[in-house]
């Protein structure tokens, strides 16, 4: 059974950058095709995709975002991370670590989420 924990900081002042880590027991993150992903939801809003890797270090963003977020992962610890530089009050949200069976396919694996609120 693959399980994801997101963990990082639950507190981020307005302008620095926002960094979560994903670590993922039961499942390979290089395991062919998987696409590991990053999700957030602002409160009372919906999913919204923010970027994934493949399971070959490809990365891909969403266009809104992509200029703020940057995905890496480390392998020898099964590991993939989420930085959001520049952030403000907006990018309050839970946000989730996922898989998916393929860069486009749905995601079938969850973490728990994790509140990450923008404040000073």
């Known amino acids: 059974q693959v399980q994801l924990q997101e963990s990082g900081p639950g507190l981020v002042k307005p302008s620095q950058t926002l960094s979560l880590t994903c670590t993922v027991s039961?499942?390979?993150?290089?395991?062919?095709?998987?696409?590991w992903s990053w999700i957030r939801q602002p409160p009372g809003k919906g999913l919204e995709w923010m970027g994934v890797?493949?399971?070959?270090?490809?990365?891909y963003y969403s266009p809104s975002l992509k200029s703020r977020t940057s995905i890496s992962r480390d392998t020898s610890k099964n590991q993939f991370s989420l930085q959001l530089t520049s952030v403000t009050p907006e990018d309050t949200a839970v946000y989730y670590c996922?898989?998916?069976?393929?860069?486009?396919?749905?995601?079938?694996?969850w973490g728990q989420g994790t509140q990450v609120t923008v404040s000073s």
């Open positions: 996922a898989r998916a069976i393929s860069v486009v396919g749905t995601v079938r694996y």
């Open positions: 039961g499942g390979s993150i290089t395991t062919s095709y998987y696409a």
């Open positions: 890797i493949a399971y070959d270090g490809s990365t």
